[in-house]
């Protein structure tokens, strides 16, 4: 099995619960601070940098691979 496609199932069950919990607290519009504070936890979590956007509540990962690209 190709290893990426490993690490990604063994977050599964993690990616389904985050998702369900977003769904449990729906946010109306543009201004989403729950939702920001889930996926920030969870890429705390995951050891992901990331940054926050400066008028949204957006969260960009930034991910850092061994080749180019």
């Known amino acids: 099995m190709n ?28 201004h989403l601070p729950n939702t920001q504070t889930l996926i920030t936890e969870s890429l705390d979590e995951l050891g992901i940098e990331y940054q926050l956007g400066d008028s949204l509540s957006s969260v960009v990962g930034i991910i850092f691979g061994s080749g180019p690209g």
């Open 3 to 30: 290893p990426l496609l490993a690490e990604a199932e063994s977050i599964l069950p993690m990616v389904i619960a985050l998702r369900r919990r977003i769904h449990s607290q729906p946010e109306l519009g543009l």
